[in-house]
């Protein structure tokens, strides 16, 4: 095997370039530092996970995240400098609870509410990790007869994510139609169904789809094959979409969808028409600290190793920008792990065809 070829197995090794901004993961808690959380989630080096985005003031990071437990995140930035990815479980949790409020409004459901805290004219209280206020008018008990920690009985009165604003009262009659209309809903639901849903709600990490009852999540990376940079390139709120269901959480009642499941998988395609040692042309998608990935067939990318990102801007005078085409040259092709290697020098392309 040619020592570059060897440098390719290497750095393949390395960067596992398939994690992006918006995918949910697991990942095992490895201990804590200044920082906050370091997870192990299977990329070059350990990702972090600030302490903002892993508990509420006066939690303690150590006991909500043990170390050697696995648990779910968010991954809201992309590698730095460092290779490093930032992660999140309060956003996909805060995302959730705010759509199952709004539904909650909707319905006119009434939900259990934790007392968080006593102040003058009301009482703040806890629901799912959000924070609402009940005015004192809409108590049926006095301030003085509560507790920290209580459960109250609640329905939503005004409910804004944007601005943060959530006011509750627990004095209204509790309907539970609608909560037993939507249990009815989910237990229909299975993974591998291909149902129809209408685009409710875009984020950064994906979009919420309105499945008759309740919301699936499609995270970014689920949207397409190709690299997408917001879920808005292709999708916008309103939309009626078909999507697959690829998994199903009964605990949590939550549901996630695919939409790219129900394209074509361009890497079959691609290996009918690529092959180790072909000259090909591409668009670069994606610029990193490590290379750059270049869409080398339809939804298809390959990574180019930074070292010959520099070369070609050398040649250039001028720094690659996402959009550039390159020539390339197909260095090794891994279509059952969707991995491509590339080179820009014919010579080392020689060497791997040779062999």
């Known amino acids: 095997m040619a020592s570059n070829e060897l440098d390719f197995e290497e750095l393949l090794k390395k960067y596992d370039y398939n994690f992006q901004k918006g995918d949910l993961v697991k990942g095992i808690v490895c201990g804590y530092d200044s920082q906050g959380v370091m997870v192990d989630i299977g990329a070059k080096t350990i990702a972090i996970m600030p302490e903002r985005e892993a508990v509420e003031k006066g939690e303690v990071i150590e006991k909500k995240y043990e170390k050697g437990q696995e648990y779910e995140f968010l991954i809201i930035r992309e590698e730095d400098e460092d290779g490093k990815f930032l992660l999140s479980t309060k956003k996909v949790d805060s995302a959730y609870a705010w759509k199952e409020l709004e539904k909650a409004k909707e319905a006119d459901e009434t939900i259990l509410a934790t007392v968080a805290g006593i102040v003058k004219g009301g009482v703040l209280v806890d629901i799912s990790g959000v924070r609402g206020f009940i005015p004192s008018s809409q108590l ?57 849903g209408d685009v409710v709600r875009i984020t950064d990490f994906g979009a919420f789809i309105d499945l008759g009852g309740i919301d699936g999540l499609l995270p970014l990376s689920q949207l397409s094959w190709r690299w997408i940079d917001h879920p808005t390139d292709i999708l916008h709120v309103g939309d009626k979409i078909d999507v697959e269901v690829i998994a199903v959480d009964h605990d949590k009642q ?96 020689d060497e791997k065809t040779a062999e």
């Not at 944007?162 to 009815?184: H, T």
């Not at 939804?299 to 001028?318: C, D, M, T």
């Open 140 to 196: 049926r008990a006095k301030e003085n007869e509560l507790e920290i920690g209580g459960k109250l009985e609640v329905k939503i009165l005004t409910l804004d994510a944007q601005q943060g604003n959530f006011i509750l009262s627990n004095k209204k009659v509790y309907d539970d139609g609608a909560v037993e209309a939507r249990k009815n809903v989910f237990s229909q639901i299975e993974p591998g169904q291909v149902v129809k």
């Open 254 to 349: 939550r549901v996630s969808l695919s939409l790219k499941n129900l394209e074509p998988d361009p890497w079959v395609e691609a290996e009918k028409n690529i092959k180790e040692g072909d000259k090909v042309e591409g668009t670069i998608t994606r610029i990193r600290h490590f290379g750059a990935f270049v869409e080398v067939f339809p939804g298809v990318e390959a990574l180019l190793p930074h070292a010959e990102v520099v070369e070609i801007q050398n040649k250039r005078g001028s720094v690659l920008q996402v959009g550039d085409k390159v020539e390339t040259y197909i260095l090794k092709f891994n279509p059952a792990d969707k991995r491509i290697a590339l080179t820009i020098n014919e010579e080392n392309k």
